[in-house]
C-alpha cells in the first residue's frame, strides 16, 4: 500500500515543507486536523497552494496572512473522499507545531498529520470518514502507529482542530489498533 512512504490510493503532490526524520522508525502518532481556506470555503486549489509555497495573496484577502509560511501535512482528505499526499509517511511534515503528547515535544518528528477539508463548526462527510478509515487502517498496518489524536489534544492552548463536530466514536467504532487519546498534553 506504500511505496517510499506514498500512498498508492492517493492523488501525490510534493511539497518542500519537510525534512527527514529524527528518528526514523519512530512514526508512533497520528493527528486529526481540519483546513478550509479561505474559512468555510471549499474545493478549491488554495491548501494545494498553501502546502506548496504556492499560495497567492491576490486570491483573497485572507491568504496576506499565509504568504510567509512554511506548512504541510502528508494527507489532505477533501470532502469529497478524495485523497493527496504532500510529504511521504518517511519524512517528516510541518503540520503540528509547537506540540506535546504524552511528555514527548515536537510531535512533527514521530507523528503523521492529516488535514480534513473542514472547519471546527460543521460535520465532516461520509466520505471523508470512509476513507480516512480506509487511509487509517493501511497506516496502523505499515507503520508502528500506537495512538491517534486530534491538533486540539497535543496543542490545546493553541489550536481546537479537528473540533467538536468530529466524530471520534466513528474511529473508535472501526477497532482501529489504537489508543486514542483526548487528553490535553
Known amino acids: 500500500m506504500f511505496t517510499h512512504g506514498r500512498w498508492q ?8 515543507n519537510c525534512e ?21 470555503e471549499y474545493g478549491s486549489d488554495a491548501v494545494e497552494r498553501l502546502f506548496t509555497n504556492r499560495i497567492d495573496e491576490t486570491a483573497n484577502p ?25 510529504v511521504s509517511c518517511d519524512e517528516m511534515a510541518y503540520h503540528a507545531g509547537v ?9 512533527n518528528h514521530f507523528s503523521i498529520g492529516i ?4 472547519c471546527d463548526f460543521e460535520p465532516f462527510t461520509a466520505a471523508q470518514y470512509d476513507v480516512l478509515l ?13 495512538a491517534i489524536t486530534g491538533h486540539q489534544h497535543i496543542a490545546p492552548n493553541r489550536k481546537t482542530d479537528p ?7 466513528r474511529l473508535q467504532n472501526a477497532d482501529l489498533p489504537v489508543d486514542f487519546n483526548f487528553q490535553a498534553a
Do not use: K
Not at 490510493?9 to 518542500?16: E, G, I, K, L
Not at 480506509?134 to 500506537?146: A, K, M, V
Not at 473540533?163 to 466514536?169: A, E, K, N, T, V
Open 163 to 169: 473540533g467538536h463536530f468530529f466524530d471520534w466514536q
Open 115 to 118: 488535514e480534513l477539508e473542514g
Open 134 to 146: 480506509i487511509l487509517l487502517r493501511d497506516l496502523c498496518q505499515h507503520y508502528p502507529i500506537t
Open 20 to 40: 527527514p526524520r529524527p528518528n526514523p522508525q519512530d512514526i508512533s502518532l497520528i493527528v486529526l486536523h481540519n483546513i478550509s481556506l479561505a474559512p468555510f
Open 9 to 16: 490510493h492517493a492523488t501525490q503532490r510534493v511539497s518542500p
Open 62 to 86: 485572507f491568504f496576506t496572512q499565509l504568504v510567509n509560511l512554511r506548512v504541510s501535512a502528508h494527507f489532505f482528505v477533501r470532502r469529497d473522499g478524495e485523497v493527496l499526499q504532500f
Open 99 to 107: 506540540s506535546q503528547f504524552h511528555g514527548r515535544e515536537r510531535c
